[in-house]
Structures are given as structure tokens and as C-alpha cells.
Nanobody
Framework: QVQLVESGGGLVQAGGSLRLSCAVSTVSGNIFKVNDMGWYRQAPGKDRELVSSITRDGVTNLANSVKGRFTISRDDAKNTVYLQMNSLKPEDTNVYYC??????????????WGQGTQVTVSS
């Protein structure tokens, strides 16, 4: 069973920074490989939208609304993905969800979601 555990959300003033982390773990402790990882966000009543993604090779993708402010990175030794969020704006207020394609064995890959972490930016 795979778990994605997010941390780092909270309340910050506009212009401030937060760093989200998402660690992938399994009950067995065995992970063959984590492929694409990413962060999504969802406001109440709206669809979940991609914020940023990163491949295992380090190729990144950022939503236009966060370019120049957010940076995604990963540490494959820790099976962890990070989202550094700078110059935060009130419109960045959302629940942020981690997503990852995880291979517990070389034979299977499944997509998983984290439980979500709240980010609130006050004006």
C-alpha cells in the first residue's frame, strides 16, 4: 500500500513563502521507482488543476499562473517531491495535492494522490 504524505502548508501573508513536501512510502518499505511527480490544487467548487510536475529525468512543467514564483524539485533518494512557493498571492489559496506514479515492483505502475494540504495566503 502506497502513501503520499504532504507537509508544509499553512497560513502566510501575501508576498511570503512556503515549501511543500510530499514523501512517498509503502507499508512494505519497498519502492522500485517513482516516475512522474506533481502538485495540483483545488479551490472549493472548482476542478483540480495542475500547478507543477517533474519527471524522473528532471523535466519540469509549471502552470502559467505560477511561473517565476514556484519551483518544483525532487529527491529520489528520499522519494520526495518539493514545491517552493515564493511571492505568494491570495489567489494561491487552495488545497494542494501531491500526485505520483509509483512502481512498487518493476511490473506495475499506479497513480496515487496525497491527502491534501491547505495553503492560505492573506492579503
Amino acid at each position: 500500500q502506497v502513501q503520499l504524505v504532504e507537509s508544509g502548508g499553512g497560513l502566510v501573508q501575501a508576498g511570503g513563502s512556503l515549501r511543500l513536501s510530499c514523501a512517498v512510502s509503502t507499508v512494505s518499505g519497498n519502492i522500485f521507482k517513482v516516475n512522474d511527480m506533481g502538485w495540483y490544487r483545488q479551490a472549493p467548487g472548482k476542478d483540480r488543476e495542475l500547478v507543477s510536475s517533474i519527471t524522473r529525468d528532471g523535466v519540469t512543467n509549471l502552470a502559467n499562473s505560477v511561473k517565476g514564483r514556484f519551483t518544483i524539485s525532487r529527491d529520489d533518494a528520499k522519494n520526495t517531491v518539493y514545491l517552493q512557493m515564493n511571492s505568494l498571492k491570495p489567489e494561491d489559496t487552495n488545497v494542494y495535492y501531491c500526485n505520483a506514479d509509483v512502481m512498487e515492483t518493476r511490473w506495475n505502475e499506479y497513480n496515487y494522490w496525497g491527502q491534501g494540504t491547505q495553503v492560505t495566503v492573506s492579503s
